[in-house]
């Protein structure tokens, strides 16, 4: 089955400054890969997905990138604020059915 | 957020207790997942319905027993729990390849 690596597993970065978080899968039969934000206490939220057919993805400040050929894809944080701090989790699955989560990175925006 | 809700939200239960937590979905999805998510392994998929059919089981002890009468509404009984199932239980759902929605989650403490 997918396995799914996720680093770092923290991340502190000062405000304004951009953060990058890389994952890594294992099936190469794999097409959809979500990212979520999950915020203490509360529940993951989609913030950005990319499938296979697509290198990268943009969403004002966020950025998604995926590299089929060595199967990893990053997410991009330009200009951080202090409400991006939260923990975000990769994910990757062919069908949604066997979605896969990374282990997690939490991310702290100093002020 | 009310797109997906779960009950109870908070549940405390003895290891010989019988349990069973609720998970309702209003988006006119067709498929509903169960997590686990604790400290050790933050978002493990458990059970996972498409089109009311369990298609995937990931080696979940029977002691967790999944029902889905319906396209809306997904159960998670639960039945002689050890205290390492402590954990906060999501619920989620989707379309079929598309992003996955989650409810606020259930914590529950095994005692």
């Known amino acids: 089955g997918e396995n799914v690596e996720q680093h770092p597993s923290t991340l502190s970065v000062q405000e304004g400054d951009s953060a990058v978080i890389k994952c890594t899968y294992s099936?190469?039969?794999?097409?959809?890969f979500p990212w979520y934000k999950q915020e203490l206490g509360k529940r993951p939220q989609l913030i950005i997905d990319?499938?296979?057919?697509?290198g990268e993805k943009k969403d004002q400040r966020i950025a998604v990138t995926l590299n089929k050929t060595a199967k990893h894809f990053s997410l991009h944080i330009t200009e951080t604020q202090p409400e991006d701090s939260a923990v975000y989790f990769c994910a990757a699955s062919r069908n949604n059915n066997d979605m896969r989560f990374g282990a997690g990175t939490r991310l702290t925006v100093k002020p | 957020e009310t797109g997906v809700t779960q009950t109870p939200r908070h549940l405390v239960m003895g290891m010989t207790n019988k349990k069973s937590l609720k998970c309702e979905q209003h988006l006119g999805h067709n498929a509903m997942y169960w997590y686990k998510q604790s400290a050790k392994k933050p978002l493990e998929l458990m059970f996972v319905y498409s089109l009311e059919e369990r298609v995937e089981n990931n080696s979940v002890p029977s002691r967790f027993s999944p029902e889905c009468p319906n396209s809306s509404h997904l159960f998670l009984h639960l039945h002689t729990l050890q205290p390492e199932d402590s954990a906060l239980y999501l619920c989620?759902?989707?379309?079929?390849?598309?992003?996955?929605?989650f409810g606020p989650g259930t914590r529950l403490t095994v005692l």
């Open positions: 099936d190469s039969a794999s097409n959809y």
């Open positions: 989620a759902s989707s379309s079929l390849g598309n992003e996955q929605f």
């Open positions: 990319i499938r296979s057919n697509v």
